[in-house]
């Protein structure tokens, strides 16, 4: 059965730091590319930061310079560590981890709210 389960959210000051984690259990980890994805109301679900199992990473423009996405393979976890946070950054953050056309799979979702 395969779980990813986030941590970290919660509320935080403009500009504020947090860093959510991504523990999956299930899968072989170091052969998936992992995702966090973010959900405000009324919007789309968008994919913030990527990283593939190779290393290498992604960011939509928003958030590019501001916020960090690692992985730590040993120990099946993969972080977004966020900077100078703006109330837009408001949403609920899901990890994702994605392997080929049919492997993938979500957490539940954490909520971050930035505000004063």
């Known amino acids: 059965q395969v779980q990813l389960v986030e941590s970290g959210g919660g509320l935080v000051q403009p500009g504020g730091s947090r860093r959510l984690s991504c523990t999956a259990s299930?899968?072989?980890?170091?052969?998936?590319?992992m995702g966090w994805y973010r959900q405000a109301p009324g919007k789309q679900r968008e994919l913030v930061a990527s990283?593939?199992?190779?290393?290498?990473?992604n960011y939509v423009d928003s958030v590019r310079g501001r916020f960090t996405i690692s992985r730590d393979n040993a120990k099946n976890t993969v972080y977004l560590q966020m900077n100078s946070l703006k109330p837009e950054d408001t949403a609920v953050y899901y990890c994702?981890?994605?392997?080929?056309?049919?492997?993938?799979?979500w957490g539940q979702g954490t909520q971050v709210t930035v505000s004063s």
């Open positions: 990283i593939r199992s190779g290393g290498s990473t």
């Open positions: 994702n981890a994605k392997k080929g056309a049919y492997a993938n799979y």
């Open positions: 299930g899968i072989i980890f170091s052969l998936y590319d």
